[in-house]
């Protein structure tokens, strides 16, 4: 066992941990705070926000939001797990977390108040506004170009006279949209088929993770996920049945991880995963539980199976995204090998 009573090691916890984490009684207000909300805060000590509520900090819209929310929870007794928030200040910035707020009991179960925890995801926001933006600006060149090209089309068929004139400024809008077209399918970060995030997708945001996870000393895994014998089903029961195995894998990947967690589908039958967490074990053994439940329950004619290669954030902390994908790819052919060696020697043996 660790050294130290509980309130050493509460206060070490908040002495050191890097989100923002706060008790607060009844009447919402701050009991203790960790040192990193203090400095978010702008207080010089912990001890500062004692007696506060979030109406001394923050603007009244969130601070009104945020009470309302912590007295639903009192009297509810229900948590919020990891709602997206969006905090106003005072002087006008916003800046957004991602909050989980839970009821805080006596020893007797009675309800005396809330404890909660936040995660700055400000930065991960601005991109997802900033590709937001740019999207959009892409979809209206679209728009103009095309209403352009029928325009031109019209002219030209109208008039005969002008036609190689309109046919230069036909071809060069096509080249216009064309273009446009490209980018804004180059700037899509969702697959289709499953909804997932698509290689462009996870690689922009999982970067964004590593870097965080790095800066803050937190665990975290990379996992590359292949489904088995894709172009077998593909084969047998037709590419409808191929595209419904990719959109199970999918699911069952959802249902592996939290919504916080970065799940991708890079494309063919290969999936990757960011994980905020460092046991490879556990993790592939939550990846097999929820793919046996939904093998048990689906009732189709073909069973999912997948090949799975783990990194964890410890085994080198000095590779990019990129790098740790490779690296979880190789472990994942790995298994895939020695499942074909292991039904090769099962089958010599019969």
């Not at 957004?96 to 991960?124: A, C, F, N, Q, Y």
């Not at 419904?244 to 916080?260: G, I, K, P």
Request: hydrophobic share 40%; net charge negative.
């Amino acid at each position: 066992m660790i050294p130290g009573t509980q309130e050493d090691l509460l206060h070490a916890f908040l002495e050191h941990v890097p989100d923002g984490v706060y008790f607060k009684d009844r009447e919402s207000r701050f009991v203790r705070i960790s040192r990193a909300l203090a400095l978010r805060f702008g207080m010089n000590d912990p001890s500062e926000a004692v007696g506060k509520t979030d109406f001394d900090v923050f603007a009244p819209e969130h601070a009104q939001q945020a009470f309302e929310d912590e007295q639903t929870i009192i009297r509810s007794g229900e948590a919020v797990i990891e709602k997206e928030e969006k905090e106003t200040w005072p002087d006008g910035r916003e800046t957004w977390v991602l909050t989980t707020k839970l009821p805080m009991t006596d020893d007797k179960g009675t309800i005396i108040g809330t404890m909660g925890i936040s995660r700055d995801i400000t930065e991960r926001k601005r991109i997802e506004l900033e590709l937001h933006e740019h999207r959009l600006h892409l979809e209206e060149v679209v728009s103009r170009r095309t209403a352009e090209l029928q325009h031109a089309k019209e002219q030209l068929e109208r008039d005969i006279g002008a036609r190689k004139a309109a046919e230069q400024d036909l071809a060069q809008k096509a080249r216009e949209l064309a273009l446009a077209n490209a980018q804004l399918e180059n700037l899509s970060l969702l697959d289709d088929l499953t909804g997932l995030y698509n290689r462009k997708g996870f690689l922009a945001l999982a970067n964004h993770r590593v870097k965080l996870a790095r800066r803050n000393n937190e665990p975290f895994a990379v996992a590359f996920v292949d489904l088995d014998g894709l172009k077998q089903i593909n084969d047998t029961f037709g590419h409808h049945a191929g595209n419904q195995a990719l959109v199970d894998t999918a699911n069952v990947l959802r249902e592996s991880f939290r919504e916080s967690d970065v799940s991708a589908r890079l494309g063919g039958d290969e999936f990757a995963v960011f994980i905020a967490e460092a046991d490879d074990q556990k993790i592939r053994s939550r990846i097999l539980h929820k793919l046996a439940a939904h093998n048990h329950a689906a009732g189709r004619e073909y069973v999912l199976s997948f090949s799975v290669g783990i990194v964890a954030s410890h085994s080198d902390p000095e590779l990019e995204i990129e790098d740790l994908l490779a690296k979880a790819d190789a472990l994942m052919y790995q298994q895939k090998r020695d499942k074909r060696s292991a039904r090769s020697t099962t089958s010599v043996r019969k």
